[in-house]
């Protein structure tokens, strides 16, 4: 039988498959960080993790207002020189 945090390492390495992913994490929505792949060494986890919470609680402040229903995803896109990067 699978653990919880095998399942959901699972989902991560899938997602890893699609490349291009520098950082993925599951994330509870008060910032737990629940698993984690870093693809490239001296991202911060714990960092992504509280971030992605604060982007959820505010989007779904401002989605419930407008629609009365949670986010499905949230994307947050940078850029830099070299490449872009999505959250």
């Not at 997602?15 to 950082?23: D, F, N, Q, T």
């Not at 714990?46 to 995803?73: D, G, V």
């Amino acid at each position: 039988m699978e653990t919880i945090a095998k399942s959901l390492e699972k989902i991560l390495t899938d997602l890893e498959a699609v490349g291009g992913i520098e950082l993925s994490a599951i994330v509870s929505r008060q910032g737990l960080l629940m698993v984690s792949k870093d693809t490239k060494n001296g991202l911060s986890s714990e960092a992504f993790a509280a971030l992605t919470a604060t982007l959820y609680m505010s989007a779904e402040s401002i989605t419930q207002r407008l629609n009365e229903q949670e986010p499905k995803s949230i994307v947050v896109e940078t850029g830099d020189k070299q490449h872009g990067r999505s959250i």
